[in-house]
Nanobody, 122 residues
Framework: VQLQASGGGLVQAGGSLRLSCGAS????????MAWFRQVPGKEREFVAV????????RYADFVKGRFTIFRDNDKNMMYLQMTQLESDDTAVYYC????????????????WGQGTLVTVSS
């Protein structure tokens, strides 16, 4: 499966942004999908994951109810709605797909999008 992330940009602290991840292929619903983020010089960190059906979701502790992950299997799309953005949310955000289980570790994901930059100004 090929993934393409989009929707990043510059936003003020406290603002909102929606990231999108489009996927190719006809088996999109068979993949658990996740968002990770990375700041230069730091390891890629887990943000959120959603199961293939969309019924299971898990978030990193730092999300604190500010982000919502959801997907539309009919459109082969996954999203991350981010609200109450903080300067610490500034990072490149990557979408990823896994056929190896509902996971929060990047090593379980075989397919990655190219990343989209989110910059939050304080």
């Amino acid at each position: 499966v090929q993934l393409q992330a989009s929707g990043g940009g510059l936003v003020q602290a406290g603002g909102s942004l929606r990231l999108s991840c489009g996927a190719s292929g006809r088996t999109f619903s068979s993949y658990d999908m996740a968002w990770f983020r990375q700041v230069p010089g730091k390891e890629r960190e887990f943000v959120a994951v959603i199961s293939g059906s969309g019924s299971l979701k898990r978030y990193a502790d730092f999300v604190k109810g500010r982000f919502t992950i959801f997907r539309d299997n009919d459109k082969n799309m996954m999203y991350l709605q981010m609200t109450q953005l903080e300067s610490d949310d500034t990072a490149v955000y990557y979408c990823a797909a896994s056929s190896r289980g509902f996971a929060t570790t990047s090593t379980r994901y075989s397919y990655w999008g190219q990343g989209t930059l989110v910059t939050v100004s304080s």
